[in-house]
């Protein structure tokens, strides 16, 4: 890669809508190519989302967070790559590709028409933060509702999904659960509300799905504040939740239709976090421990050690962020966290921390098949000063002994979340390789970067798309080939 221009393009134009949907074999597109060889190891399907438009005809949507989820699937197969992507058909996203206007609530953004035209509309569900293949099905995650199925082959959309109902009208699923790696199943949790003589009390419904894709049980843990987790960890025996420091104030203005949800969140310095152990296979809280005020919004790997729970997240003193991600195509700068690891002592209920590196760290991943144990190398997005506008222009891996093994993207490039994808005959944690999105600015094409996991500065292979892939949230791979072109 080489900055072929004195001007270098900043990131915006990967936030510009993809409203077409492909599906081609690469090699088989004249105006796509593959640099490099695909590894024979390499088998499977990586699937993304994120938001794939921003706006409208007419309107634009009032936060990142509102764009409308579309689903990318890269297949590996017999050292090819077929890419396909499709919007997940959202009852927001049918009636707005109709009518080109805002016809729905957001998290950041209001309908037209002032208090009246937002009044007791909830805010809908995007489906466009993240997906999962667990259980033979394929599902298209947001915090704020249902997960959608979709049939892996093609990504054509089945409609909101309820585990048999096990999902009642008033539960949530997050972007973020977990799964074991030993026993299948899958672990997630959402935000929810009792009511009751004294009022609205918050909690978090916890979920525990089988291997084989039943819903079969679920608890919940009460709070004092109305959370905003958007993540959690688990060990091989816990669920561990942090409650952050970010608040939301005036829910009834979100009702009333005064206000978003993204305009009542605030960090409050004064709150400290809240760290909520609870046993994964009775949904009980075991123990309950305070730290220092922070907002961690994702989290790497957790484990358990002796009597200590330690865990891996991206912490930071502030939710400016929210900001920002209003009007995200104006964002030249996009700071990430600060790597931290905690250490829980379930004997004498203290929390510490230390920090695991001062690089600008998000999105961590690492061996899924290490998931609750003890893993060495983690990898992240990072933002780094390559002498011009950040974003995610760099890639990390970090291990237990400390040692850090950093890649810089040259400017005008713009990475993602990084993907650790298991090589089809892994035996070794570090035997897959680390799959990024990377957004070329000076041709306003993705390129997907497949990266030797063992050292990240060995790029293996690019795959060199013809056209954008709006910058995404996160992804997931399987060793699964689903794809019926
Ligand atoms: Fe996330």
């Not at 005064?258 to 976090?273: E, G, H, L, N, V």
């Not at 003890?374 to 760099?394: E, I, K, M, R």
């Not at 650790?420 to 999105?437: H, I, K, Q, T, W």
Request: hydrophobic share 35%; aromatic share 12%; charged share 20%.
């Amino acid at each position: 890669m080489s900055a072929q221009l004195d001007v270098i393009p900043n990131c915006s134009g990967g936030h510009e809508p993809q409203n077409e949907e492909f599906s081609y074999w690469v090699d088989e597109n004249q105006n796509a190519c593959i640099e490099g060889v695909i590894p024979a190891n390499l088998t499977g399907t990586f699937f993304r989302n994120g938001p794939g438009r921003l706006k409208l005809d007419k309107d634009k949507f009032g936060h990142w967070f509102d764009g409308d989820g579309m689903l990318c699937a890269f297949t590996f197969q017999n050292g090819r790559v077929h890419f396909k992507n499709r919007f997940v058909r959202t009852p927001k996203y049918v009636k707005e590709s109709q009518t080109g206007r805002i016809e729905y609530r957001g998290f950041g953004t209001q309908r037209p028409g002032g208090i009246l035209a937002n009044i007791l509309r909830p805010p809908a569900n995007p489906a466009n933060t993240n997906s999962v293949y667990h259980g033979g099905l394929l599902l298209a995650l947001n915090e704020g509702g249902k997960p959608y199925s979709l049939d892996p082959s093609n990504l054509h959309t089945y409609g909101e999904y309820t585990y048999d109902g096990e999902l009642t009208p008033a539960m949530v699923f997050s972007a973020h659960g977990k799964i074991d790696p030993t026993s299948g199943d899958y672990y997630n949790f959402g935000a929810g509300l009792d009511f009751g003589r004294s009022g609205a009390k918050a909690k978090i419904n916890t979920y525990r799905v089988s291997a084989e894709g039943k819903m079969v049980s679920k608890g919940a843990i009460k709070l004092e504040t109305f959370p905003f987790c958007h993540d959690f960890v688990i060990t091989d025996r816990y669920g561990i939740y942090f409650i952050n420091s970010i608040v939301t104030e005036g829910i009834m203005d979100v009702i009333l239709g005064r206000a978003t949800i993204a305009d009542c969140i605030s960090y409050k310095k004064d709150q400290p976090m809240q760290v909520i152990v609870v046993d994964l296979a009775t949904h009980e809280e075991v123990q309950r421990f305070v730290t220092d005020d922070g907002a961690i919004i994702h989290f790497g790997n957790a484990w358990q050690m002796g009597n200590e729970l330690i865990v891996d997240g991206m912490y930071a003193d502030n939710f400016d962020a929210n900001e920002g991600l209003k009007d995200v195509t104006s964002i030249e700068n996009f700071a990430g966290g600060k790597y931290r690891r905690y250490f829980l002592n379930l004997n004498n209920g203290k929390i510490r921390w230390e920090s695991v590196t001062d690089t600008e760290s998000e999105f961590p991943t690492f061996n899924p098949l290490l998931v609750g144990r003890q893993n060495d190398l983690t990898f992240t997005a990072c933002s780094v000063d390559n002498g011009h506008a950040s974003f995610y222009n760099a890639i990390q891996s970090t291990n237990q002994a400390g040692d850090q093994n950093l890649v810089t993207l040259e400017p005008g490039y713009y990475g993602s979340e990084p993907l650790f994808a298991l090589a089809s005959d892994s035996n070794e944690e570090e035997d897959g390789y680390v799959l990024e999105l990377i957004y070329n600015a000076f041709s306003h094409c993705t390129e997907l970067h497949i990266l030797e996991a063992a050292d990240i500065k060995n790029t293996i292979a690019c795959v060199k798309l013809p056209h954008h892939i709006p910058h995404q949230f996160h992804g997931f791979f399987t060793r699964e080939i689903l794809l019926k072109p």
